[in-house]
DNA sequence: CTACATTTTTAGTTTAAACTAAAATTAATT
DNA sequence: AATTAATTTTAGTTTAAACTAAAAATGTAG
């Protein structure tokens, strides 16, 4: 059994090892959890005893098999919980992270098993963020232009194509950026225009745009 | 906001205070609590400070209105989630306990609100025991004979009219004690006989059984 | 009413997880 | 390369909530 402190401190070095594909510093991790390094020492020294990390002085941490999959375990019913939230409870998308906060750490397998089942096995949470399986994994993801898209994928923009500034600053006005999360909620066939989700917005945008904008997939 | 330990100590003089209708010992709560009584003092000073309930040394403590509204929401919070896992999650409802006992401190009032609507407004808990509403209060409950219940309906055993000891040999048979639970399955017109749940069993009985048996209603 | 038993409290430790301040290491700049 | 800056760790405190052991208060039996 670990502590709620463990579970969040695996979460957040999960979510930075994912942003940046390196092992994550102790300064980033205390950011992260507005906490102090010193705390942020303290605990992955104990998580290295425990084997959830791998772990050398002043060289930051990166997840062991084991913790990996402790890891994705929480971040999994952090997201079961938020479709509960917003599909069963009709909460708002933008307003049930705080206490899927909470539930992740609730402790029961048969629990999940159940959620997941009455859910019917979704594989994205609201915010269109993949959830991992029982084992940890998550389906892997691939790079595709936006125009590739159809009606209800989801993409994060991971890059451009097109880079005058003109085309820069529109993504900057509709707040467009990389790692921004992308929803297509309908897309005409005639002319290849879309309309998209991104944040609480939604707009038109047109095949142009849509051909000049990389997205990662699931 | 109050602390996890905080809130169990609330909910354990809640239920004390109940069952015995006086003040609660230091020793009745250390050992509902599986814990030892020093800490109990500890913690008893720290919610009479904080206007919870009113302690004074050596006297037990008691509940204020205050603290009385802190548990009961916490027991409303307990009883509305186990609906939830026994209703919608398909747990049986011997099952649940221990999950609601986490759930339970998950804080959100909007969460609640929305469970509680979710879940149709249940009045009672899988295990027959009244859910308290927003402010905490608990309908008042009304003594009656076993046999003047309905199907569907359910009491609470609290004393017998007849007390000769082939009748309490009977009850203890059936593990029928003052406090147990018992819910009306079926009643059959024509006699007066029930089939009654009792804990995990279901059984008959006799109109005979259910006129010396009293029970205390919702 | 005294003596013993039980209950309760106090005083002092322990543990997890945070903190501050200072020391050590690594990175960056001239 | 030497010095400064930034990052990270160590050492020592703090807090909440538990614990043990001993002292104090209350309850009970002769």
Redesign the interface.
């Known amino acids: 059994m670990y502590s709620l402190a463990e579970e969040n401190y695996l979460k957040t070095i999960y979510h930075l090892e994912q942003e940046s594909k390196t092992g994550v510093s102790t300064n980033a991790i205390a950011e992260r959890m507005e906490t102090k390094p010193s705390s942020v020492t303290d605990m992955v020294q104990k998580l290295a005893d425990k084997k959830m990390i791998s772990y050398k002085k002043y060289k930051g941490s990166t997840l062991t098999v084991h913790g990996k999959k402790m890891a994705a375990n929480v971040i999994r019913k952090h997201r079961l919980w938020e479709v509960f939230?917003v599909d069963?409870?009709?909460?708002h998308w933008d307003?049930v992270h705080?206490?899927a906060e909470?539930?992740e750490?609730?402790?029961?397998e048969?629990?999940i098993v159940?959620?997941d089942k009455?859910l019917g096995n979704p594989d994205f949470d609201p915010h269109g963020d993949p959830i991992p399986d029982k084992d940890g994994k998550v389906k892997s993801t691939e790079k595709k232009l936006l125009s590739e898209l159809n009606k209800k994928q989801r993409g994060v923009c991971i890059g451009v194509k097109e880079t005058g500034s003109e085309f820069l600053q529109y993504l900057d006005k509709r707040n467009i950026t990389i790692g921004t999360k992308i929803n297509v909620l309908g897309k005409e066939f005639f002319d290849g225009s879309m309309i998209i989700q991104v944040g609480k917005d939604q707009f038109f945008i047109s095949k142009k745009i849509a051909e000049n904008l990389y997205v990662q997939t699931n």
């Open positions: 939230l069963k409870l009709k909460f307003e705080e206490i909470q539930l750490h609730i402790q029961s048969e629990l159940r959620l009455y």
